[in-house]
């Protein structure tokens, strides 16, 4: 679905690029000191499925009035992601209402448009990861880059995180639906899995189950899981046939996400 997009006319203080579409009168080509521009987003990273406000805004800073010719067609914002085009707010618009507009020193024109996580341009559904979006008055010169997290996230709590061999450490980890909307979860016996290594060697692995099969928007669940300090999980690994004093990384995966810790062991008394 495509937002529209909003151009309007306003004083604008402003620190940013060159613009290449606005000209000063009389003048055949802009420098630093005549115009300036800035793109961005309200926040760095957005939860997948959330709308992402988009701005570009455009200021005279020289002493003279300068003509931006500016409309639909031309004020475009476009998002990639990978340098591939995922979304374009003006898909469509045609230069029938291309207008051009004079700026004082001082004022600058500020197009808006929102994203709502969406692809227009026929690409592969998105994912997360890093955008970057631009604007068609100036798409070489600013680029902003925004986050897109999934929006199911994991927190992992260990207890303890230094202790003894031969001791038990406990890990927690919660599942939580940031989305706007309810979430289908795994359910089954082996939902959350732990394992614990050291030296790219598997030395335990442990499994907790759930019957929860959706999440609503801000629900959580949560997996109790317990390392006994002992190993479970054969190696031929020389050196590794035994778990040993040292520090060992806690993996934690559920539906597909997954966090760790890392853990100390002394020798026992």
Request: aromatic share 6%; charged share 10%.
């Amino acid at each position: 679905m495509r937002r529209r997009q909003h151009l309007s006319v306003e004083a604008l203080e402003g620190r940013a690029l060159l613009s290449q579409l606005a000209l000063p009168q009389g003048q055949s080509q802009p420098n630093a000191e005549t115009v300036a521009v800035r793109l961005y987003t309200a926040r760095a990273q957005y939860v997948m499925g959330s709308n992402v406000p988009l701005t570009f805004k455009e200021q005279n800073r020289s002493a003279h009035p300068i003509t931006v010719v500016a409309g639909p067609s031309v004020e475009g914002f476009i998002i990639t992601r990978n340098g591939v085009p995922v979304w374009q707010s003006n898909v469509g618009a045609t230069a029938d209402s291309l207008v051009p507009t004079t700026l004082k020193h001082g004022q600058a024109i500020t197009a808006k448009s929102t994203w709502d996580g969406t692809s227009n341009l026929n690409a592969d559904p998105y994912g997360y990861g890093v955008y970057q979006v631009r604007n068609q008055l100036a798409p070489n010169s600013v680029i902003a880059t925004f986050g897109i997290a999934p929006p199911m996230t994991l927190t992992l709590h260990v207890t303890p995180r230094s202790t003894r061999l031969g001791n038990t450490i406990n890990v927690d980890v919660t599942e939580t639906n940031h989305g706007r909307a309810p979430l289908t979860v795994q359910s089954g016996s082996s939902v959350a899995t732990l394992t614990s290594s050291r030296g790219n060697v598997e030395y335990y692995t442990a499994s907790a189950g759930s019957t929860t099969t959706t999440l609503a928007p801000g629900a959580s669940r949560t997996f109790q899981l317990t390392w006994d300090g002992t190993q479970n999980v054969a190696t031929t690994t020389p050196g590794h046939s035994y778990v040993q004093p040292g520090t060992y990384q806690l993996n934690v995966g559920v539906d597909g996400l997954t966090t760790s810790r890392y853990v100390r062991m002394s020798p026992a008394l």
